[in-house]
Structure formats: C-alpha cells, structure tokens
C-alpha cells in the first residue's frame, strides 16, 4: 500500500515536472542572450521603428518562441537581418529569450 502511494506521488511529480518544463527556461540567461537583440529591438524589447523593428515587450513567451523557431527556419517567415543572430542560438536560447522578453 505504501509503495502504490509512493508510485502515485512519484508520477504525479513527474507529470508535474513535464509540465513546467514543456516552456523549462531560464529568464537570467536570456537577458544576457537579448544583449545582442538591443540593436534592433531596443534596450527594453520597446521596439525601433527606424529600424522597423517591432516591439517584443509584454508579448507572449509562447508566441515569441514560436517567431524565432520560423524565422531561424527561414521558410514560413523570411528574416534576413535576424538569422546571423538566430543561426547561433540553440533551442533552449530561444526559450529563456522568451521567457525574459515577456516579462519586460
Ligand atoms: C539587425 C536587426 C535585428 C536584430 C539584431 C534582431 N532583430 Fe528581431 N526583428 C528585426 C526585424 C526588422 C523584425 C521584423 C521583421 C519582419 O517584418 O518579419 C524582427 C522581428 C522579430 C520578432 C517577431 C516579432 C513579431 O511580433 O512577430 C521577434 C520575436 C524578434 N525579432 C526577436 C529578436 C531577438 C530575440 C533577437 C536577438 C537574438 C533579435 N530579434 C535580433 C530586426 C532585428
């Protein structure tokens, strides 16, 4: 009985666990990563219109992750001055960069 209730407790923190790290990221790395986005995108994610770059702050960390994985992959959105920047960042980049932006 005891080790069916330790089973269930286990899976329940295991789901628990798979859950959160669906969008796992880490905020403190991806302000260092958005050092090189400020160029564009301004110091606060505000956005440059000169630089027709738009404003990412208070956007969706779900949505922002979503733009970079298409426009690193280049074929449903096309970005040339972004992906010299993208080409560099792994999968897990994109997600703690989106995890910061969002809550800028
Ligand atoms: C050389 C300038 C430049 C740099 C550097 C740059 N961007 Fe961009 N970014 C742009 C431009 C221009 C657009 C809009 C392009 C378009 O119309 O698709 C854009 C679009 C985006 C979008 C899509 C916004 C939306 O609402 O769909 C995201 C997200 C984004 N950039 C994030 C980043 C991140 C994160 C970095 C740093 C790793 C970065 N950008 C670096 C110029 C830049």
Redesign the pocket.
Known sequence: MNSMKLFFITVSLATSTFSLSALAQDAAKGEI??K??I???GPKAEGIPA????R?SG?HDWY?LK??QD?KAGVT?K?P??IP??SK?NEQDMKD?AAY?SKL
């Open positions: 990563l958005f090189q986005c160029a564009c995108h630089q027709k770059a738009p990412l956007q922002i733009q970079l426009i959105r970005n001055v972004m920047f993208l960042l960069l932006i």
